[in-house]
């Protein structure tokens, strides 16, 4: 079945080191998305790519970054610099030929928790 | 830039009732189109229903049903016959059919508890 994968489900780190969080899919999508959710804020975009070797800032880029160079793989890297890293992660993709109506597929999240 | 905003952050509902959740949202465009995800305790997002801004006629998906105000830019989802697996974080959401139609903005969420 295809799908997207996201690991660790849980991951844990120490204040000031970097931690990259994994996003994989098989579903031939083109666009893909990392978007943080903390209670009470809905979800939030950090970073989305909609061609591999290219991707744009969200709404709360600072203190992260991102790659694509594969069209399967969209990791996403909380830096140092990100001052309230400890949240839940999500990623999801979408064809990006298809029309504005097609909805996100998402993972099943990644939960950080950075102390 | 869009906002979507939910204003219930907790509802409740009897099983087999009929609940109602709000969503309000605000742009500039006249074309665009508007979801509700669902985020059951595994977190995983689910789609629940979906509706373009150009059709007058309110989407149904089953017990899901929308009531979609253009003019006043709200947007709430009706569950009919509740059932304990309704239970859930539920999120409104809205995207641009424009160029920069492939990003989504989400609501604040509305926690669902069903009550048996």
């Known amino acids: 079945d295809g799908g997207i994968t996201q690991s660790p489900k849980y991951l844990f780190r120490k204040e000031g080191q970097n931690v990259t969080l994994s996003c994989e899919q098989n579903l031939n999508h083109d666009a893909m998305y990392w978007y943080r959710q903390d209670p009470g804020q809905g979800l939030r975009l950090i970073y989305y790519s909609q061609i591999v070797n290219d991707f744009q800032k969200g709404d709360i880029a600072e203190g992260y970054s991102v790659s694509r160079e594969k069209k399967e793989s969209f990791p996403l890297t909380v830096t140092s610099a990100q001052k309230n890293p400890t949240a839940f992660y999500l990623c999801?993709?979408?064809?990006?030929?298809?029309?504005?109506?097609?909805?996100?597929?998402f993972g099943n999240g990644t939960r950080l928790t950075v102390t | 830039a869009q906002t979507v905003t939910q204003s219930q952050p907790e509802m409740s509902v009897q099983e087999a009732e009929t609940v109602t959740l709000s969503c309000t949202y605000d742009?500039?465009?006249?074309?665009?189109?508007l979801f509700w995800y669902k985020q059951p305790p595994s977190r995983q997002m689910i789609l629940v229903i979906r509706?373009?801004?150009?059709?007058?006629q309110n989407a149904t998906e089953n017990r899901f049903s929308v009531n979609f105000q253009k003019a006043a830019k709200s947007f709430s989802l009706k569950i009919s016959d509740s059932q304990l697996g309704d239970a859930a974080m539920y999120f409104c959401?809205?995207?641009?059919?424009?160029?920069?139609?492939?990003?989504?903005?989400f609501g604040e969420g509305t926690q669902l508890t069903v009550n048996p």
């Open positions: 959401a809205y995207r641009s059919a424009g160029n920069s139609g492939s990003r989504l903005t």
């Open positions: 999801a993709s979408r064809p990006q030929g298809g029309t504005p109506a097609v909805a996100l597929h």
């Open positions: 742009t500039s465009e006249s074309d665009y189109y």
């Open positions: 509706q373009e801004a150009y059709k007058q």
